[in-house]
């Protein structure tokens, strides 16, 4: 259902305001992830299809926008930020998968993915604020929606 919901693309949408639809999808599951009273099989359940969601999320943000941005001079500062950050989120991403997240909930990998919830929280929050204020500066509404088209082509290959 929650994966659905990151699929809903028409074509020619503005990058941003797809962006913005995954990062509320995202943030549905970190609250679920970070709510107390979500039993263990839920968390397990949850984050799988948060790491899902986010590792394509990511890989299509890499090869379209931040491409794209960090190669323009008032952006590089700005889009090399949340790129580091979205590293530091790929290596947490990586000690999960080394854990096997996916088959087994441990307090050592409840403790990792509420780290991970955390930076990308912190991440998306960012993203919109000043990076997306330099994206809608810097490129006009018709490339920001070429780069949404790339954005989900490569999003639903991921």
């Known amino acids: 259902m929650i994966l659905a ?3 809903k693309y028409s074509k020619s949408t503005d990058v941003l305001l797809l962006l913005e639809a995954q ?6 599951l970190i609250a679920g992830l970070q709510h107390q009273k979500t039993d263990t099989l839920m968390k ?3 984050f ?3 790491i899902s969601i986010l590792k394509a999320h990511s890989a299509a943000k890499a090869h379209t926008l931040y491409d794209i941005l960090k190669d323009i ?3 590089k500062v700005i889009t090399y930020d949340v790129i580091e950050e979205q590293a530091a989120a790929n290596i947490l991403i990586e000690q999960l998968e080394e854990l096997d997240y996916k088959n087994q909930w441990s307090p050592k ?3 990792k993915a509420m780290i991970l919830t955390e930076i990308v929280r912190q991440l998306l929050e960012a993203e919109q604020g000043d990076f997306f204020s330099q994206a809608k500066t810097l490129l006009c509404q018709e490339e920001r929606c070429i780069i949404g088209d790339q954005f989900a082509e490569e999003f639903e290959q991921a």
């Open 23 to 28: 990062y509320a999808v995202l943030n549905k």
């Open 48 to 50: 799988c299809d948060f």
């Open 109 to 111: 990998i409840e403790a």
């Open 44 to 46: 397990r359940t949850h």
């Open 73 to 75: 001079d008032d952006a």
């Open 5 to 7: 919901e990151t699929q």
